[in-house]
T-cell receptor, first 112, second 115 residues
Framework: KQEVTQIPAALSVPEGENLVLNCSFTDSAIYNLQWFRQDPGKGLTSLLLIQSSQREQTSGRLNASLDKSSGRSTLYIAASQPGDSATYLC???????????FGSGTKLNVKP | EAQVTQNPRYLITVTGKKLTVTCSQNMNHEYMSWYRQDPGLGLRQIYYSMNVEVTDKGDVPEGYKVSRKEKRNFPLILESPSPNQTSLYFC??????????????FGQGTRLTVV
């Protein structure tokens, strides 16, 4: 059974820092991995999707990498801003697809 | 604009009063699913559908019903809501194929409180 783990569970950093969020998964038979952002009590906003054949994807200050063989993905946020404060979730789409497997999230707080 | 639309966004109801949360997508996706999100438990799948008239149970289906009569709609029905169904609910859609580039789209969420 696929299990997705995110470390750390919470992170507090001063504004301007570069930071890395981690996501690991136990079964490498995946189509893709998606990173989401969730503001308190709100919906899921898709940030980046990495296909299983890709190594990384970039969007603005965000860069996500994928190492399928080791079951790891990282989300790199450059020059963090208070507006980046949210919970970040990763989700994998497995080959035997009937659901997405989510990590429990990393709650990020960027202090002004 | 590609989107998944849920209604209502917020709902407070009483125990036992039947309710329906609607979900509609405009991307012609085969796959649709409902998740609930609870503190400390993360996102758990309730039901999913691979296509019209094809539905199946997820991890926590008890107390819920779904139907998929049209490709674009996937309503979640609570026949007799109970307080333990108080949660944040999300509808999701995605193409159902082996294309690696197909991403999941999620609705804005429905905050349900059962008193």
């Amino acid at each position: 059974k696929q299990e997705v783990t995110q470390i750390p569970a919470a992170l507090s950093v001063p504004e301007g820092e570069n930071l890395v969020l981690n996501c690991s998964f136990t079964d490498s038979a995946i189509y893709n991995l998606q990173w989401f952002r969730q503001d308190p009590g709100k919906g899921l906003t898709s940030l980046l999707l990495i296909q299983s054949s890709q190594r990384e994807q970039t969007s603005g200050r965000l860069n996500a990498s994928l190492d399928k063989s080791s079951g790891r993905s990282t989300l790199y946020i450059a020059a963090s801003q208070p507006g980046d404060s949210a919970t970040y979730l990763c989700a994998v789409k497995p080959y035997n697809f009937n659901k997405f497997y989510f990590g429990s999230g990393t709650k990020l707080n960027v202090k002004p | 604009e590609a989107q998944v639309t849920q209604n209502p966004r917020y709902l407070i109801t009483v125990t036992g009063k039947k309710l329906t949360v609607t979900c509609s997508q405009n991307m012609n996706h085969e796959y649709m699913s409902w998740y609930r999100q609870d503190p400390g438990l993360g996102l758990r799948q309730i039901y999913y559908s691979m296509n019209v008239e094809v539905t199946d149970k997820g991890d926590v289906p008890e107390g819920y019903k779904v139907s998929r009569k049209e490709k674009r709609n996937f309503p979640l029905i609570l026949e007799s809501p109970s307080p333990n169904q108080t949660s944040l609910y999300f509808c999701a859609s995605s193409p159902y194929n082996g294309d690696q580039g197909t991403e999941a789209f999620f609705g804005q969420g429905t905050r349900l409180t059962v008193v």
